[in-house]
């Protein structure tokens, strides 16, 4: 079956440090990535999205993911994060030609001013 | 442009009765979702409208879980009887005409079975 797997479950970081959270993939065809933010009370919001093309995709507020087909993943990255980064993460795949999303269990980065 | 809305935002209900969400997408939007997410779990599709239409009910976890789309607009999930699994956050979720739009979300629906 397909699934996602969002490796760290909780993060916890001071401002400025870099961030990463791991996305990997079972699906053996062409997908569509995505990652979602839940900022505390707010609804999920679009960070970016990776269809073709670069396979490093910048999204809002700085943060970037690289996509490596070799490795099934789509990792998200930011460089220097800071307060208000802490929200919930969500990596979420959908298979060439679907509509439907199918999401990791999301990760909890909490940012320590 | 006003987003996707739901309602209630919160609702707690017994074991047995009967319970049914609502959602407004962005208007304009043909393609509305139904998402669920137990608690420490992923979120996970339910099903997808096209205008009135069922495209994708390939997520709905049984015969309990009714979803509609009147007129192509606005969409109830109706659950009956729930059950003490069904607590959750219930999403919906709606885009754009064309595969690879922008899903965009709801707040969610908090779904206690007591």
């Known amino acids: 079956a397909q699934s996602v797997s969002q490796h760290n479950h909780h993060v916890i970081l001071s401002e400025a440090a870099s961030l990463e959270l791991g996305c990997n993939y079972s699906?053996?065809?062409?997908?569509?990535l995505f990652w979602y933010v839940q900022y505390p009370g707010q609804h999920l919001q679009l960070l970016l999205k990776?269809?073709?093309?670069?396979?490093l995709v910048k999204g809002i507020k700085g943060f970037e993911a690289e996509f490596i087909k070799s490795k099934f993943s789509f990792n998200l990255r930011k460089p220097s994060v800071q307060w208000s980064d802490t929200a919930e993460y969500f990596c979420a795949v959908s298979p060439s030609g679907t509509y439907k999303y199918i999401f990791g269990t999301g990760t909890r980065l909490k940012v320590l001013a | 442009e006003a987003g996707v809305t739901q309602f209630p935002s919160h609702s707690v209900i017994e074991k047995g009765q009967t319970v049914t969400l609502r959602c407004d997408p962005i208007?304009?939007?043909?393609?509305l979702y139904w998402y669920r997410r137990v608690m420490g779990k992923e979120i996970k599709f339910l099903l997808h409208?096209?205008?009135?239409?069922?495209?994708?009910e390939s997520g709905m976890p049984n015969n309990r879980f009714l979803a509609e789309r009147t007129g192509g607009t606005y969409s109830t999930l109706k659950v009956q009887p729930a059950e003490l699994e069904d607590s959750g956050v219930y999403f919906c979720a709606s885009s754009q005409r064309n595969l690879g739009d922008t899903q965009y979300f709801g707040p969610g629906t908090r779904l206690t079975v007591l």
């Open positions: 990776y269809f073709s093309g670069d396979p």
């Open positions: 699906y053996g065809g062409t997908v569509n």
């Open positions: 208007s304009g939007h043909d393609n």
């Open positions: 409208f096209v205008k009135e239409s069922k495209q994708d």
